[in-house]
């Protein structure tokens, strides 16, 4: 199956897509992917990902337990804000630092495109918290997006198959300005190869636990007991 790969800045800046739904224009952007590293703390702003792969296979746990199946990607992007630090400066005294040009984010709008036929999904919404400052560039700030959000993560738990697709799922984040103004960012469209590495139900009762990378089950790689 395939497995992340590490790609230069201007190769995932094709990939990534970052159409429509100006931002004012862009003063918000959303940027690349970052790979986890060893590490998964997606922290090296230099290294990318250019999309991602998720086993759906069925696994248990514990003897009689419950049959699991994976359901989350955790993904974190480069974020940038375009807008200026613009300090209030009244007689001389500073009154404002500039920081009414910060970000904050608190939904995430998701839709999502699957590969194979007769499927479509729901639109969703999910609240989120992130603050980006005025100014501040990709290098060193990030967001952290659940890629798979609910409605999706149950139909996917009826459609994957050991056939392979793609779920491309698309986003962006709105917010205001610390200085009450509404903005959005631009959206991106990041691809997910969804499948199951068997149809039959991998029993980890052995062993108590399943594969996981990055605090995700199923996560670019076929599941296997640990």
């Known amino acids: 199956m395939r497995r992340q790969s590490l790609i230069s800045a201007a190769m995932l800046l094709a990939l990534l897509t970052l159409a429509g739904c100006t931002a004012d224009p862009l003063s918000v952007v959303v940027l690349s992917a970052r790979a986890p590293g060893t590490s998964c703390d997606f922290g090296d702003d230099s290294k990318y990902v250019s999309g991602g792969s998720l086993d759906m296979r069925p696994y248990i746990v514990t003897a009689g337990g419950p049959t699991l199946q994976a359901q989350f990607f955790y993904q974190v992007f480069s974020w940038q804000n375009n807008l200026a ?22 939904t995430v709008y998701f839709s999502y495109q699957w590969s194979g036929a007769g499927q479509t999904f729901e639109d969703e919404i999910a609240n989120t918290h992130a603050i980006i400052s005025a100014g501040a560039t990709s ?37 205001k300005t610390a200085a009450g103004s509404s903005l959005h960012t631009n959206k991106v469209s990041f691809p997910l190869t969804i499948y ?31």
């Open 85 to 106: 630090t613009v300090p209030l400066v009244v007689s001389g005294q500073t009154l404002d630092s500039g920081s009414g040009n910060n970000f904050i984010a608190d």
């Open 139 to 175: 290098k060193d700030n990030s967001v952290g997006i659940e890629l798979i959000q609910p409605k999706a993560a149950a139909k996917l738990a009826t459609i994957a198959s050991t056939t392979p697709q793609t779920l491309l799922v698309t986003f962006y984040i709105s917010g």
């Open 196 to 226: 199951k590495s068997a149809d039959a139900t991998l029993d980890c009762s052995a062993t108590g636990s399943v594969s996981a990378r990055c605090g995700d089950v199923g996560r670019d790689a076929p599941l296997t007991c640990r």
